[in-house]
């Protein structure tokens, strides 16, 4: 692996997005659509709004009812918000509320402030007094939300890729839909190989274990008392975590299967036959027990990467396998030490999924001006190399003063630790940041949240 396919992580992403598919579409009730892609677009179901509301408390009234000058009105009749508009007296104003319907002969609406009222609660002889200039000061239309105004009847209320939130959630439902058609989600197995590695207790993981009889048996689980030379599973759950947070995203609970080449070439076919992407964790570098790039290729996945100038994260493998419907499906190998399993998670693997799920581009990041660890055990951690670096960090976002530079960007600070192994030091960081080939690790850099 000294020479790399790609030589950016971002180009290796580029590449890999022409080589897999994009799932379908499904109709979701409003809730379930949050944070996918808009498949087809909601139209209007009628004039929004649907007839002239006010916007304003006050008083509807029609340009001839003004008096030139200082003068007074009298006040016949009420319109309230869900009901239908009274009828109007020409020369006098009807009271009206925010959002109720604007009677005919009425073009306007003055806010209640900008009269005197006189008479009110005695019915038939509320007045309203209203100062010179008030023509002027309310015009035609003042404080009336004109029938269509934001759209008419079968207009889109949003377009095909159209991530939905909460914004559009608002305008659905203010078209009485409750369902949307968006991208399904992308079906994503977790799989977690080696034979030093013990389950913690995850509770989900069983059900699945057990929930397909083709699925191998594939180690012992549970809580029996781990021997030194075992360690508790801390992928599976992290990467499951990580990648849960995305609503585009079904992930089904980790699976586990131990350096068996044949029980895991087994296991990665069953997971690929139900799933649109399988990313495992473990036996992805050079060992005698790093099986997973061959029993990939043995299910007929074809190889887009192995190896790419990251650090951690170097030895990741990443394969096309396609499926009966000719869409590629992803095998995406993750290094077996957890920090480097997280990091290519979070760089590769997201952005992978969102191609999948149907996003045109890569997730954004933010800017943070990072900064150097407040007390470095180990200096030489730090210095330039010849590799894309994920350097974690944690984010000054606690609502101190000094939480930002001059240059208005988030301060990061790196957080020490002693690689790619150490899960202690990952648990005090908050993401990571990308420093280039060469560059210093504090600065100006692009950071990803776990
Ligand atoms: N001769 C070479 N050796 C190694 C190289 C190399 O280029 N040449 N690369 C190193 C790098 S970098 C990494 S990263 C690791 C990744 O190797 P694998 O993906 O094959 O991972 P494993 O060997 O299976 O495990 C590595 C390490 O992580 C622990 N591990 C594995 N799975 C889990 C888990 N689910 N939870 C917690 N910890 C886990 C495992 O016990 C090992 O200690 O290879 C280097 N070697
Ligand atoms: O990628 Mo490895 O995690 O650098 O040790």
């Given at each position: 692996?000294?020479t790399?396919?790609?030589d950016?992580?971002?180009?290796a992403?580029d590449a890999?997005r022409?080589?897999?598919?994009t799932?379908?579409t499904?109709?979701?009730?409003?809730?379930?659509?949050?944070?996918?892609?808009?498949a087809?677009?909601?139209?209007?179901d009628?004039?929004?709004?649907?007839?002239?509301?006010?916007?304003?408390?006050?008083y509807?009234?029609?340009?001839?009812?003004?008096?030139s000058?200082?003068?007074?009105?009298s006040?016949?009749?009420a319109?309230?918000?869900?009901?239908?508009?009274?009828?109007h007296?020409?020369?006098?104003?009807?009271?009206?509320?925010?959002?109720?319907?604007?009677?005919?002969?009425?073009?306007?609406?003055?806010?209640?402030?900008?009269v005197?009222?006189?008479?009110?609660?005695?019915?038939?002889?509320?007045?309203?007094?209203?100062?010179?200039?008030?023509?002027?000061?309310?015009?035609?239309?003042?404080?009336?939300?004109?029938?269509?105004?934001?759209?008419?009847?079968?207009?889109?209320?949003?377009?095909?890729?159209?991530?939905?939130?909460?914004?559009?959630?608002?305008?659905?439902?203010?078209?009485?839909?409750?369902?949307?058609?968006?991208?399904?989600?992308?079906?994503v197995a977790v799989?977690?190989?080696?034979?030093?590695?013990?389950?913690?207790?995850?509770?989900?993981?069983?059900?699945l274990?057990?929930?397909?009889?083709?699925?191998?048996?594939?180690?012992?689980?549970?809580s029996?008392?781990?021997?030194p030379?075992?360690?508790?599973?801390?992928?599976?759950p992290?990467?499951a975590a990580?990648l849960?947070?995305?609503?585009?995203?079904?992930?089904?609970?980790?699976a586990?299967?131990?350096?068996?080449?044949?029980?895991?070439?087994?296991t990665l076919?069953v997971?690929l036959?139900?799933?649109?992407a399988?990313?495992?964790?473990g036996?992805?570098?050079?060992?005698d027990?790093?099986l997973v790039?061959d029993?990939?290729r043995?299910i007929g996945?074809r190889?887009l990467f192995?190896?790419?100038?990251i650090?951690?994260?170097?030895?990741?493998?990443?394969?096309?396998?396609?499926s009966?419907?000719?869409?590629?499906?992803?095998?995406l190998?993750?290094?077996?030490?957890p920090?480097?399993?997280?990091?290519?998670?979070?760089?590769i693997g997201i952005?992978l999924?969102?191609?999948?799920?149907?996003f045109?581009g890569p997730?954004p990041t933010?800017?943070?001006?990072?900064?150097?660890?407040?007390?470095?055990?180990?200096?030489?951690?730090?210095?330039?190399l010849?590799?894309?670096?994920?350097?974690?960090?944690?984010?000054d976002?606690?609502?101190?003063?000094n939480?930002?530079?001059?240059?208005g960007?988030p301060?990061a600070?790196?957080?020490?630790?002693r690689?790619?192994s150490?899960?202690?030091?990952?648990a005090?960081?908050?993401g990571?940041?990308?420093?280039?080939?060469?560059?210093?690790?504090?600065?100006r850099?692009?950071?990803?949240?776990?």
């Open positions: 692996m000294s790399f396919a790609f950016s992580p971002a180009a992403i890999c022409a080589a897999l598919g799932v379908g499904k109709e979701v009730p409003l809730a379930e659509a949050v944070g996918r892609l808009l087809l677009a909601p139209t209007l009628r004039d929004s709004p649907a007839c002239d509301l006010s916007a304003m408390d006050g509807a009234v029609g340009a001839p009812d003004l008096p000058g200082t003068g007074s009105l006040v016949l009749g319109a309230a918000a869900g009901s239908p508009p009274p009828e007296v020409a020369g006098s104003a009807v009271r009206i509320f925010t959002g109720a319907p604007v009677p005919a002969g009425c073009d306007r609406v003055i806010r209640q402030e900008q005197r009222r006189e008479g009110r609660g005695r019915a038939g002889t509320e007045r309203i007094v209203v100062p010179a200039g008030l023509a002027t000061a309310v015009p035609a239309g003042a404080n009336v939300r004109r029938r269509g105004e934001n759209g008419r009847a079968g207009d889109p209320i949003a377009e095909p890729g159209t991530l939905v939130n909460a914004a559009v959630v608002a305008a659905a439902a203010a078209c009485g839909l409750s369902t949307l058609t968006v991208r399904r989600r992308v079906r799989l977690v190989t080696g034979e030093e590695v013990r389950a913690a207790p995850f509770p989900a993981a069983v059900p274990r057990n929930a397909d009889a083709r699925l191998p048996v594939p180690m012992e689980m549970g029996r008392e781990l021997a030379w075992e360690v508790r599973d801390a992928n599976g992290a990467v990580l849960a947070r995305r609503p585009y995203l079904r992930v089904s609970p980790p586990y299967v131990g350096d068996d080449p044949t029980l895991l070439a087994q076919a997971l036959d139900r799933h649109d399988v990313v495992t964790t036996g992805v570098s050079v060992g027990y790093d790039p029993a990939v043995a996945g190889p192995h190896g790419l100038p650090r951690p994260g170097k030895p990741v493998f990443a394969a096309v396998v396609e009966g419907t000719g869409a590629g499906r992803l095998a190998g993750l290094p077996g030490n920090v480097a399993a997280l990091c290519v998670a979070r760089r952005e999924l969102r191609h999948v799920a149907g045109p997730e933010a800017l943070v001006e990072a900064l150097p660890p407040d007390d470095p055990a180990d200096g030489r951690a730090d210095g330039p010849p590799l894309w670096r994920f350097r974690p960090v944690r984010l976002v606690r609502g101190d003063e939480a930002e530079t001059a240059g960007l301060v600070t790196a957080v020490d630790g690689g790619a150490d899960t202690v030091a990952l005090r960081s908050d990571f940041v990308e420093v280039p080939p060469g560059a210093a690790t504090a600065g850099l692009p950071y990803r949240a776990w």
